[in-house]
């Protein structure tokens, strides 16, 4: 371990959780808009794993505010994976927020983390089903 993973969590994988009302619309959307399906499931919960990473989508009495993005996935082709989503009935959301603004749906964000090794990132929002925030990122070489 390096001196920033000394914690109890450092060796642990994290898997994000997102509240659905109805979970047969939250699962309906993820296959029709997204082209995902689940890799499991279980009473109250779907399991999806893109590129080894897990995410649930979780039945919920309560609702996340959707003022953040929540989720994000991270593509080569942002222009792409966009274009596909609208095709498939994605709306996707504007934002003017300092340093930033989308343009056709996608946003410039100037520098990144430099583990990442980028300069930037491109960048896109749209809400899933239940009004969670997700949001599609390509990293800018």
Known sequence: MTSHESGPLAGARVATR???GDLDRA????AGALGLEPVDERPGGLLYRCRGVDFVVFRSTGTSPGTFTQTAFEVDDIEVAVA?????????????APGFRT?????????????????GERGAWFR??????LGIGELVR
């Open 18 to 20: 997102l509240p659905a």
């Open 27 to 30: 699962r309906r959307f993820h």
């Open 84 to 96: 596909e989503l609208k095709r498939r009935g994605v709306a996707f959301e504007d934002v003017d």
């Open 103 to 119: 343009r056709d749906g996608i946003a410039e964000i100037e520098g990144n983390y430099p583990s990442k090794g980028a300069r």
């Open 128 to 133: 899933d089903s239940e009004g969670n925030l």
